[in-house]
């Protein structure tokens, strides 16, 4: 069964600070994916990747940059955290050439900007 | 730019019943369309995925349609059980004019069997 593991469930940082949300996932996987959930909005994509240090900016990629140094591994970062940045954070990976691959996802970050 | 509707936002049942929630998308170039199933507070669990080429799928009690021509797809729930309340999402897979996967969510409806 395809694992996607998010380093956090629940995290609160300060305005301004530099936030790292991370995945994991352990299917070998060349995409994967975050996305931020916010009531009456639906996911909204913020960055993907599909290789090793590759990236694409998503829908809303404003306020957020990625990292992908390993393929297992894909890191948002907030480098300076606003209060309009507090939202339920999802990662998610599939298989590339996915017409027959379903997106799998992590449980979920829950962010408070304070 | 594909965008994915689900009407209605919340939908209650009572158990026992068969269901069917709705899915429209504007972009016929669709090349899957996946259901997911989220319980509150988690992530979201995939459910059915349908390629463009295919009609329908089944897992169980749960049975998804794709009518690219309509813009519709559809979930179709037999004999609901209150286990089966959760929110249900249905994302478009297009290709980007980058030649990259995307996929669009709609916004969900959360659906509440009755005991």
């Known amino acids: 069964d395809v694992k996607v593991t998010q380093s956090s469930r629940y995290l609160v940082k300060r305005t301004g600070e530099k936030v790292f949300l991370e995945c994991v996932q352990d299917?070998?996987?060349?995409?994967m994916f975050w996305y931020r959930q916010d009531p009456g909005l639906g996911l909204r994509l913020i960055y993907f990747s599909y290789d090793v240090k590759m990236k694409e900016k998503g829908d809303i990629p404003e306020g957020y940059s990625v990292s992908r140094e390993k393929k297992e591994r894909f890191s948002l970062i907030l480098e300076s955290a606003s209060t309009n940045q507090t939202s339920m954070y999802l990662c998610?990976?599939?298989?590339?050439?996915?017409?027959?691959?379903?997106?799998?996802f992590g449980n979920g970050t829950r962010l408070t900007v304070t | 730019k594909q965008e994915v509707t689900q009407i209605p936002a919340a939908l209650s049942v009572p158990e026992g019943e068969n269901l069917v929630l709705n899915c429209s998308f504007t972009?016929?170039?669709?090349?899957?369309l996946q259901w997911f199933r989220q319980d509150p507070g988690k992530g979201l669990t995939s459910l059915l995925l349908?390629?463009?080429?295919?009609r329908e799928q089944t897992s169980g009690r749960l049975n998804a349609s794709l009518d690219k021509s309509s813009g519709r797809s559809t979930l179709y729930i037999a004999a609901s059980q209150p286990g089966d309340s959760a929110t249900y999402l249905c994302?478009?897979?297009?290709?980007?004019?980058?030649?990259?996967?995307?996929?669009?969510f709609g916004t969900g409806t959360r659906l509440t069997i009755i005991p």
């Open positions: 998610a990976s599939s298989l590339r050439g996915w017409e027959n691959s379903p997106l799998h």
């Open positions: 349908i390629q463009s080429s295919q």
């Open positions: 972009d016929s170039a669709i090349y899957n």
């Open positions: 299917m070998d996987h060349e995409n």
């Open positions: 994302a478009g897979g297009v290709i980007s004019n980058f030649g990259n996967e995307k996929l669009t």
